[in-house]
């Protein structure tokens, strides 16, 4: 099956530090990679949208300077939160969109980050 | 707004009892997606509906998918210790994947 791995699993970081995840297609290509926040027993919130080789689409309500997300090739996608505050702190989750089949996501591990 | 409504929230059931979840959109949906995702886990797909008035099974799951593509359910008959979980749906729409909120399983012994 399609398997999506995210870096890393859990990160701790002070206040005003930038933190980067990666979420990796590993064994197809993903055109659309999609981005979620999710807080302690919630559902997942769409963040941005992104396509290989464009600008993310981001959501109302989510800064996209703060929230900066790259899909350079088709198996790779970044979301780099920049001067991540405590209330930044969440589980982050991405999910890939198959290119052929183009129906269900395919998710990571997700990161659990907190800043302190 | 994400407009993709699931209820109920939660939902304790004796392990051996049915369990039933369901989703409503606004819009219609070109196809309606299940996940289900374990205390601490990440979200896993189980199933995909596409037609209008759909219904798939797998194992105790039962999935529906309404006739006018607006709404779905998660049926789950004789529940187990390993149904443990949240179930979200999740519509297509403009080509985003956008969820509910999720029921909460919880299973009794």
């Known amino acids: 099956g399609a398997v999506v791995s995210q870096h890393p699993s859990w990160v701790i970081c002070k206040s005003g530090t930038s933190v980067k995840i990666e979420c990796r297609s590993l064994d197809f290509q993903a055109t659309t990679m999609f981005w979620y926040r999710q807080f302690p027993k919630q559902s997942l919130m769409l963040m941005a949208t992104?396509?290989?080789?464009?600008?993310?689409?981001?959501e109302q309500g989510v800064e996209k300077d703060k929230f900066l997300i790259n899909h350079a090739s088709l198996t790779l996608s970044t979301l780099t939160v920049t001067s991540a505050h405590p209330e930044d702190s969440s589980f982050y989750i991405c999910?890939?969109?198959?290119?052929?089949?183009?129906?269900?996501?395919?998710f990571g591990q997700g990161t659990r980050l907190t800043v302190v | 707004g994400q407009q993709v409504m699931q209820i109920p929230q939660y939902q304790h059931v004796q392990e051996g009892e049915d369990f039933t979840t369901y989703c409503n959109s606004s819009?219609?949906?070109?196809?309606i997606q299940w996940y289900k995702q374990r205390p601490g886990g990440h979200p896993v797909f189980l199933i995909q509906l596409v037609k209008s008035g759909e219904v798939k099974k797998q194992k105790r799951l039962t999935f529906q998918f309404g006739e006018a593509k607006k709404n779905s359910s998660l049926h789950i008959t004789a529940t187990q210790t390993t149904d443990v979980g949240t179930y979200f749906c999740a519509g297509n729409r403009d080509d985003k994947i956008i969820f509910g909120k999720g029921t909460r399983l919880h299973i009794l012994p």
């Open positions: 819009t219609t949906l070109s196809n």
């Open positions: 992104s396509n290989e080789g464009s600008k993310a689409t981001y």
């Open positions: 999910s890939a969109r198959e290119r052929v089949r183009r129906t269900e996501a395919f």
